[in-house]
């Protein structure tokens, strides 16, 4: 059974930062890629960054390209997203996933319970 648990979420103004983490237990975390999506209200999850195995490729989303960055220590099993210069339209849950190296959330095995993420005008 894996888990992945999520924290540093919360209310931030625009052009402020925040970090989240998603620690991972119950698989060979080193083994795989991590991903970050986000889910707003009435709208589908899109992916945000992915990180490989080894952390040596990522991918961004276009929209947080520049701004956010993933990374991930493979010695605490977890994984993190840097998020500066946050926009309003940030706000979502996000959530980090386990899985292959995918910009696809349908390929990923395990999920988070998500942590809020909202950024004020």
């Known amino acids: 059974q894996v888990q992945l648990v999520e924290s540093g979420g919360g209310l931030v103004q625009a052009g402020g930062s925040l970090r989240l983490s998603c620690a991972a237990s119950?698989?060979?975390?080193?083994?795989?890629?991590m991903g970050w999506f986000r889910q707003a209200p009435g709208k589908e999850r899109r992916f945000v960054a992915v990180?490989?195995?080894?952390?040596?490729?990522?991918s961004y989303a276009d929209s947080v390209k520049g701004r956010f960055t993933i990374s991930r220590d493979n010695a605490k099993n977890t994984v993190y997203l840097q998020m500066n210069s946050l926009k309003p339209e940030d706000t979502a849950v996000y959530y980090c996933?386990?899985?292959?190296?995918?910009?696809?959330?349908?390929?990923?095995?395990?999920w988070g319970q998500g942590t809020q993420v909202t950024v004020s005008s």
């Open positions: 119950g698989r060979t975390f080193s083994s795989y890629a």
């Open positions: 990180i490989s195995w080894s952390g040596g490729r990522t």
């Open positions: 996933a386990i899985g292959p190296y995918s910009g696809s959330y349908r390929t990923y095995d395990y």
